[in-house]
């Protein structure tokens, strides 16, 4: 029922979101204690002693090691106690599971799965974040009452946009505007472009655009819960219908990208942040295009609380698929796919150093 | 467990209560939203999408249609998909249950079940609504956390007034009278005359009263929701015990009713109206009297609420019976052999057009 | 899952607590109504009466019965049922259960369980209550949302005190003291001596102390659910290690008491009290102790709250033991062996007169 892929990469928040203080974070249905260890790194810890359960970050940090608040078990960054008060020996079975993170572009990501398959290269990046020419905001969390499915599928759905954003993200013009959808690759594409209509919301107030526009939504969603939006928008007849990549950002473009974390079966954090080639040197621009995201934003939002409201009662009978549910319907295949894989490894047969799963 | 009586007619509200913006009720467990069309009927359809079971109540009215407000499903007042987003044709799986609904003397009602089924002749009337020489009024919905069968039973049950009601509608001197039953017909009726005491504060107040008087109480419940309670009162001695009808119309006579709707397995709301031959000229009259009942109404709420908190805790031994319950329990029987109609009709063998229950 | 000791005396309030009205308590998630009778004792009576489970704590007092608020069923103190409104006989099954209730030193206690075996000389009870050396000041009510085991255990655990009571009861100075535990008596107990160490902020503020200290805790467990917390101070060296009781009251010498009522498998309440040798004259001297045991037992209730919520979680192993549990473990093993015996007495052999358990 509440299924989630353990081997992968999550977004633990964004960097700024963790100091020296013990911080409670909950992925995957996992309480985890979280800090800004003296070196700079982040640490991760389970978060629960393992003697009377209370979280450790009910306790208080020394130096890198983090003191249970009711019997002062102590344990160090990679989850080993290294003291029992009122005895000298340390019991093997005395530890707490310690997981990987890594930082980057101010993105701390954790690993939820076996210790020996966290491989870095597996973190989500592009070369926007790094390139000149380009302009990186990092936005804030979304929190969500919704299943996660529902959240990442919702953003490889370029249908929802014309009913749900009406007035920022899309308009009227789209509402029949067939969907392209590839699948076949490691990431899932839905897009489509609207030629010839008047700029949305969102390119009246960022392209400065006085005639028709041909606007691009182009979804892609890394597995499992990573999507990159690049929407933008060129002078009517000025890009060639599919445009290539580099041809596109001859135009006002967007990276809009979400960061989506499983909370629990029920909530779900979508962490937000921008990528532009346009005014890339207006200090003004992040907060004004924050706005029109929390807008819209908000809209999604609504949305996916009631579906999960309805989608917890009784059902009479199986939801219908359309035609627009192609690359959700290929997101929710790909996640099934996965779990399977991770339920049919013989975990048992390659337990991770620290940490047996048994639920 | 939450078992409703399905074929079957509710008050959905009072006709007041509805207008041309969308408006979800829920009925029997089920999400219904309901508005006023274009010629005036009430709309009442199945409150979900079928394809991402969005609740249309969260989308918009275009015209006499109703469109999802995740991915523009369009549904028309019979609850059929008139328009997919994105595709030409219409799936048949695309459609919404209508309900059929009745609006009379401002009071608009529902029919739960079996399309083929709904018959108006089967919703309740009686010919003081448009008797002139009777005043209606319509008083408001009373909101219970308590299952209906309770809520219900408690309007067949003289014995409580006493009790519950002590400086409204009832007095110590009605404590001991005996309750007359008669459980033979198609309504349940429990009555009791109180003679030659004391007019309780209702009849003081409306009654004009200055000595004793005889006070009846006839209390009948029309299966499954309806509740008619024939109150009154005259000088002592002017009329025979039990008198007729028409004799009763003689004295100061009030209908109180109460139109009950199951709304979930543990709410209810009772919505009630009064009809008067006494001060009918009177235009303060409704508001004073309303004020009563409100008083009165307010008691029943604290016992029925805090007897369903009872009710879910889990047992020790079985309730005991007394004298007093023999409305109550033909009630209970009544209702329980409505339910083994339904659940042993064969209902595959003849489903409703439209909507095929599977829970 | 939820199990309580029934045979036992519990604490259902200061006596002080009870008046003439009607008030409902719940005791091992057993809802029972409360009042002071004309002749001064308590009366305990189930609460929901057998007819339509109304509880009696909604009805009204007439003389010392209660009448149900719904439809008058009357019951005594003894809980018999003395007048069904409507007829004349009493059927046998109208009854309540009645809990025998005892008071003293200001202290109501109620018995649980089988009515035979009823003995107020199982009551706790200790000669200080009554010895004018010694002044007792009854505290307040700590409502804790935790499991009773959890919070008995507490107060048979010296060691947390280290680290969950820095600034009042204890200090770092204990962190590594051992813990002494005796478990072969009927009552439990656990202690441990700091010698020659600075007063903790309790002793420094009452004790009167220039220099270092000997300090001492005795936790004595009385089954199953009576704490007393022997703890003091006297000057480094005055006292041999594992002094005497006799001699124990030569120095500053304070008995916590705590009245552990299990309310229901999530919710206990903790009536706290204290007995001293010192100070006794000040009439401040309550309110100051009363201002630090607050501060330190809302450390506990912190605690304890947050374990009550991790272990409401699925685990993925189990706890472990160390050094230090070994009273808290004796605790759990007597509760586990008295429940047994409570499950394997054959109860149907010797009911209890007026109330068999059917859960």
Redesign the interface.
């Given at each position: 029922m509440t299924q989630f892929i353990k081997n992968a990469w999550y977004v633990a928040g964004f960097e700024r979101e963790f100091d020296d203080q013990l911080r409670r974070v909950t992925i995957l249905d996992e309480?985890i204690v979280m800090f800004r260890r003296s070196d700079g790194k982040i640490a991760a810890l389970e978060d629960?002693c393992?003697?009377?359960?209370?979280?450790l970050s009910?306790g208080k940090r020394i130096g890198d090691t983090v003191?249970?608040?009711?019997?002062?078990?102590t344990f160090d960054c990679a989850g080993k106690c290294t003291r029992?008060?009122?005895?000298d020996n340390l019991?093997a079975?005395?530890y707490v599971h310690a997981y990987p993170t890594e930082t980057r572009h101010g993105i701390t990501w954790i690993w939820m799965g076996d210790l020996d398959k966290a491989d870095p290269a597996l973190i989500f990046d592009m070369p926007e974040f790094t390139d000149p020419a380009w302009a990186v905001h990092l936005g804030e969390p979304l929190y969500l009452k919704s299943h996660y499915l529902n959240v990442a599928e919702n953003l490889v759905d370029p249908?929802?946009v014309?009913?749900?954003h009406p007035t920022t993200l899309g308009s009227a013009a789209s509402?029949?505007?067939?969907?392209h959808v590839s699948t076949g690759g490691e990431v899932i594409t839905a897009w489509r472009w609207i030629m010839d209509a008047e700029p949305v919301g969102f390119f009246k107030s960022f392209g400065g655009f006085t005639g028709n526009v041909d606007r691009w939504h182009y979804y892609h969603l890394h597995m499992p819960c990573t999507a990159v939006i690049d929407f933008g928008s060129a002078a009517a007849g000025q890009l060639a219908p599919d445009a290539s990549e580099a041809d596109r950002n001859t135009g006002v473009r967007i990276f809009a990208i979400h960061l989506i974390t499983p909370v629990t079966a029920t909530e779900t954090i979508d962490r937000w942040l921008h990528i532009r080639n346009t005014a890339t040197d207006d200090t003004d621009a992040p907060a004004r295009m924050d706005a029109m995201f929390r807008t819209a934003f908000a809209e999604d939002k609504?949305?996916l609380e009631?579906?999960q409201e309805?989608?917890a009662?009784?059902?009479?009978?199986r939801?219908?698929?359309?035609?627009?549910d192609k690359a959700p319907l290929a997101y929710r295949k790909r996640i099934n796919d996965l779990l399977e894989l991770e339920r049919t490894e013989d975990l048992a047969s390659a337990p991770s150093p620290a940490?047996?799963?048994?639920?």
């Open positions: 309480h629960r393992p003697h009377r359960l209370l979280p009910k003191q249970c608040g009711y019997h002062g078990l029992v008060p009122g005895q019991p079975s005395a249908a929802h014309s009913f749900v509402e029949n505007v067939p969907v609504e949305i009631a579906v309805e989608e009662r009784p059902a009479r009978r939801p219908i698929r359309i035609a627009i940490f047996v799963y048994h639920d």
